[in-house]
């Protein structure tokens, strides 16, 4: 923040320092499911709230529970303390509300029941270079996750709830006049595919994932009632060639990897390209001078907690590396909050 008076002021460290304590009160109210029960029956006093919830607190805590989520936006409320009447704010009825298609919660979830624990131990990542999460225990993020459905189930709905809106955006922003087919390599639930179909009438799409993962997806396409422009196929990136298309898109996958790795992934989809073709990679890609996009650079951190090894990058990272496979030219297009497209052309 800046400060016109140019006394110091403390007031940015203290938001930052403490920003635990109103990530886990977000986390919580989630968690208990009150934005979705908001939903459902319009308003609540803090009494119905917590003799819904069963909480022992004090009443005082749980107005001050939900005070401090009015205070950040989430909740409206009309009265005060024994009068109150809360309800959910515009952004959290739409994105918060677990019966409606649009909720992020599943993101939320992850971020509370795996990532919250595994964030406080970034000292040990930084000054060892080893992941922080399940691989502690000597276990692989992706061998692990694939091995029990309802984690795997967990993680892919928290990967659709964080890429929903770039993905959205995406479909109705890039040029498809040129092409009729799309593959999206490590296609999760399907969204990005489902989105494109969606919008661009024209589009054949194809998700291309593990096998534990098409069933999945085949439900989200089930959802979407787009089962004849989108399909599943299954595939591991490390070891088949990609399915050949006019588009190859990766959403939130490169970021994983070390430099080698992506370098291998983009020469994959290069090779799966007809001269002319795009590869499109989804990230958070982070500004030139990284001094803007936040949320890109503490992605790239939570990959040293996830992996290890995978970083986030700038477009000029990017063209360095589509240079070095080949592509003729590279470009950005911003598409939602910290979420950007980064665009190889053969």
């Known amino acids: 923040m800046s400060n016109t008076q140019n006394h110091p002021n403390p007031e940015n460290i203290l938001q930052i320092a403490s920003g635990f304590w109103a990530s886990k009160i977000l986390l919580s109210a989630v968690k208990f499911q009150i934005f979705t029960t908001l939903a459902e029956r319009k308003s609540m006093t803090a009494s119905e709230i917590k003799s819904l919830l069963g909480f022992k607190c004090s009443h005082r805590n749980v107005c001050d529970f939900l005070d401090a989520l009015t205070t950040f936006g989430f909740l409206n409320r009309e009265g005060l303390l024994e009068t109150a009447k809360y309800s959910n704010s515009i952004d959290t009825d739409f994105f918060l509300d677990r019966n409606k298609p649009s909720y992020i919660g599943g993101l939320l979830d992850m971020l509370n029941n795996r990532l919250y624990g595994f964030w406080g131990n970034l000292e040990e990542g930084l000054i060892t270079g080893n992941p922080q999460n399940e691989a502690v225990q000597g276990e692989n993020l992706f061998d692990k996750l694939y091995a029990d459905p309802e984690r795997l189930k967990e993680f892919i709905h928290a990967m659709s709830g964080v890429q929903m809106g770039a993905f959205m955006a995406l479909a109705q922003k890039l040029d498809f006049s040129k092409s009729k087919t799309l593959v999206d390599v490590g296609g999760s639930a399907g969204i990005l595919s489902l989105m494109v179909a969606k919008h661009q009438p024209n589009m054949s799409c194809i998700t291309w994932d593990l096998p534990a993962v098409a069933p999945i997806a085949d439900q989200t396409i089930q959802k979407f009632q787009l089962g004849d422009r989108v399909k599943t196929a299954q595939g591991d990136f490390f070891k088949d060639e990609f399915p050949k298309a006019d588009i190859v898109t990766m959403g939130n996958i490169l970021h994983d990897w070390d430099e ?66 080949g592509f003729k030219s590279t470009s950005i297009m911003p598409l939602a909050g910290p979420t950007s497209a980064a665009i190889a052309v053969k």
């Not at 291998?264 to 001094?291: C, S, T």
């Not at 503490?298 to 990272?317: K, V």
């Open 260 to 325: 080698e790795t992506k370098l291998m992934l983009m020469k994959k989809a290069y090779d799966a390209l007809p001269e002319g073709g795009v590869f499109v990679a989804v990230e958070n890609v982070i500004d030139e001078n990284r001094n803007k996009n936040a949320f890109g650079l503490m992605m790239s951190l939570n990959m040293l907690i996830e992996t290890g090894t995978g970083f986030d990058y700038t477009l000029a990272d990017f063209n360095k590396w589509a240079t070095q496979v």
